[in-house]
């Protein structure tokens, strides 16, 4: 069971990126999915979850407005778009199942703002 996640990078300051995260071994549509992030000296933070039953992603408030999460249940993936980046934005990135850390099965990606 792994959930690999790519597509983070160096970006400017109000810049965007889209996250993905490909999982293997079971099926995301049993799952609610969520977005992850720890940023160094900072607490570990959900930001997003998507629920398996009616399709509702809730979102944090440090990015909600600015931050757009999606699923793809037949490519086994689960995406992350992320606008309007902020310098408080820079973390490493994952996503789980259950939207707790405890299924978060994978290394992450790492985002950098910076300009």
């Known amino acids: 069971l792994q959930l690999q996640a790519s597509g983070g990078g160096l970006v400017q300051p109000g810049g965007s990126l889209r996250l993905s995260c490909v999982g293997s071994?079971?099926?995301?549509?049993?799952?609610?999915m969520g977005w992850l992030r720890q940023a160094p000296g900072k607490e570990r933070e959900v930001i997003s979850c998507?629920?398996?039953?009616?399709?509702?992603?809730k979102y944090a408030d440090s990015v909600k407005g600015r931050f757009t999460m999606s699923r793809d249940n037949a490519k086994r993936t689960v995406y992350l778009h992320m606008n309007s980046l902020k310098p408080e934005d820079e973390a490493l990135y994952y996503c789980a199942i259950h939207c707790n850390w405890n299924g978060a099965w994978g290394q992450g990606t790492l985002v950098t703002v910076s300009s």
């Open positions: 998507n629920s398996k039953n009616d399709g509702v992603t």
């Open positions: 071994g079971f099926d995301l549509e049993y799952y609610d």
